[in-house]
């Protein structure tokens, strides 16, 4: 069956490849395997193969194996994951949660404040730093790739912010990148967060639909559009409601794709951005009672909680080689889970007052 004309979510440059090539009309049938070599000269055939053999590789719109014969004038499209570039990292001796591993993937419970990979102003302290240093003590396989023998490293699928915690998904392999690249590409895993936004909503669950793209005021957030609207790209996020207090809701979240700050984005247009969010308006008092005991209260709650209340709860995936179904979950940080009792305990002292 060929793979659906999906979007891609959660791909950016540094993570991704991308190549759109079309066919010269000279030119005589080869292999597709072998015109992509030819091609792309920085990518091992033995990586094209493996795209090929998961879907990654499309022909005018269908997915084609590596022995597909091309023809003059063929639209090839191919989305390659790789790894990251280990000779600019560092391996770094910084500990990791790892909640599931094998030998083809392993999750881990990232921390907040961590950023996921080296980027600009953030060169250490990383998760990647974390992997390397980890993966230095563990085999690591190797193969024969044009002669040359080549390490496999852990690679990542998707990432979260540097101040959103929870689980995330790692390959440990290329070609288990390739076969979690491929459940991204359909969408095809169960993703559910827990935030805490500002207001109360009243419906028990719903869908939301913005579409997200950069704001064209500041290129360094999101902005979300409305879902008929030509800027943005399709977002959904559903959510059900766990808790509600007097100024705020405890949501879960189950994302159906993964645009960046998704679902931060989505509750601000909603007009219920995250606690704690500074970058979407969360962090000062949106709700409640005009008091300086109060404002005193939700300033030392945004002290304690420095950060958007957002937390990777859980990641189900049918696993790429086993077909088992996996459900990886991590509980709460404490500054968040100590966060939810003190507003706990507000309410409690309301309730007494009235």
Same mark, same amino acid.
């Given at each position: ?7 891609? *979510?959660?791909? *950016?440059?540094?993570?991704?490849? /991308? ?20 091609? !792309? ?9 493996? %795209? ?41 001796? +910084? ?26 102003? /953030? ?34 699928? /998707? ?9 995330? !998904?790692? %390959? ?55 879902? *008929? ?5 399709? %977002? +959904? ?34 007009? /219920? ?9 969360? *962090? ?7 008091? %300086? ?46 966060? !939810? ?14």
């Amino acid at each position: 069956m060929s793979a659906p004309e999906l979007e891609p *979510d959660e791909m *950016d440059a540094e993570l991704f490849q /991308h190549f759109e090539l079309q066919v010269d009309l000279g030119q005589a049938p080869l292999r597709l395997d072998k015109f992509l070599f030819q091609r !792309l000269s920085q990518t091992s055939r033995t990586k094209i193969q493996y %795209a090929c053999e998961e879907g990654l590789v499309k022909v005018n719109k269908h997915a084609k194996k590596s022995n597909y014969r091309i023809k003059p004038g063929d639209d090839i499209r191919i989305f390659l994951p790789h790894p990251p570039r280990i000779l600019d990292l560092k391996p770094e001796a +910084i500990p990791i949660d790892i909640r599931y591993e094998d030998a083809y993937l392993l999750m881990v419970n990232k921390p907040p404040g961590m950023v996921v990979h080296p980027a600009f102003g /953030h060169y250490s302290g990383t998760l990647v730093n974390a992997l390397l240093f980890h993966f230095q003590n563990l085999p690591v396989r190797s193969q024969l790739v044009s002669g040359d023998l080549k390490l496999e490293r852990p690679g990542l699928v /998707h990432r979260i912010d540097k101040n959103t915690s929870g689980i995330l !998904l790692i %390959a440990k392999t290329e070609h288990a990148m390739m076969r979690l690249a491929r459940l991204f590409y359909e969408h095809d895993l169960d993703r559910r967060y827990i935030a805490l936004c500002w207001g109360v909503i009243p419906q028990n669950s719903g869908t939301l639909k913005y579409r997200v793209g950069r704001d064209p005021k500041n290129r360094k957030r999101m902005y979300g559009f409305a879902e *008929d609207s030509d800027l943005g790209k399709t %977002a +959904i996020t559903h959510f059900r409601v766990l808790k509600r207090y007097s100024y705020l809701t405890l949501l879960e979240c189950r994302l159906e794709t993964g645009r960046t700050h998704q679902i931060r984005v989505h509750f601000k247009t909603m007009g /219920h951005p995250l606690f704690g969010d500074s970058e979407y308006g969360g *962090d000062i008092v949106l709700r409640g009672l005009n008091t %300086a005991s109060y404002r005193q209260f939700v300033h030392h709650q945004l002290e304690l909680l420095p950060r958007q209340a957002l937390h990777a709860q859980s990641l189900s995936i049918k696993h790429p080689f086993t077909q088992q179904l996996l459900t990886i979950e991590a509980e709460l940080p404490e500054d968040f889970k100590t966060c !939810l009792e003190r507003w706990d305990a507000f309410e409690r002292e309301q309730l007494k007052k009235s």
